[in-house]
């Protein structure tokens, strides 16, 4: 997907960091080219001071996705979900963030299953895709804090490159 809008944003870099958000906030695109976060509907204007572009890119990248098929479908169905990774700690959950190698295969299940060993909930996973985020992160909220010989046995798996606790 992200090939397939570097290649159709390729002549508008401002137009393509408008899409790059939509998509990482979960912003969808209406029949009518306006912006919302769930039934929420965020101003142009808004989303231009964020990026620092004008009002007009971000009208013109709405009507571009409405008017590409491959962006279409996608772009009006995007949903925005909560992450807990900042708030875990305050609802008495561990969070666990960790960095992968670019393109590491297998690093969740890894993860996942030594949280299992140790009988501990798993409450949400937010892995993001490293072509939006270099070295891509995968973020693990938890039942209870982690324990520290936990994190030990997590950096040492392979395709991890660092673990921060939160």
């Known amino acids: 997907m992200w090939r397939i809008i570097e290649e159709c944003f390729d002549e508008y870099p401002a137009r393509r960091r408008v ?50 098929p491959e962006f279409r479908e996608v772009f009006k169905r995007l949903e925005p979900t909560v992450c807990l990774k ?25 993860v996942v299953s030594k949280i299992a060993e140790r009988g501990i909930n798993v409450v949400q996973v937010v892995a993001e895709d490293f072509r939006f985020n270099p070295g891509g992160r995968i973020m693990i909220v ?14 040492k798996l392979e395709g991890v490159k660092k673990v921060i606790i939160y």
């Open 19 to 68: 899409a790059r958000l939509l998509l990482k906030y979960g912003l969808k695109v209406t029949e009518d080219a306006r912006v919302r976060c769930g039934d929420i509907e965020v101003p142009y204007t808004k989303i231009a001071g964020a990026l620092n572009v004008q009002k007009r890119v971000v009208k013109k990248t709405a009507v571009m996705i409405l008017k590409t």
């Open 86 to 110: 900042h708030v875990g700690k305050h609802l008495g959950y561990g969070v666990v963030e960790i960095e992968t190698e670019p393109r590491g295969v297998g690093v969740l299940v890894r």
């Open 142 to 155: 938890v039942g209870e804090p982690i324990p520290g010989d936990l994190v030990n046995e997590v950096s």
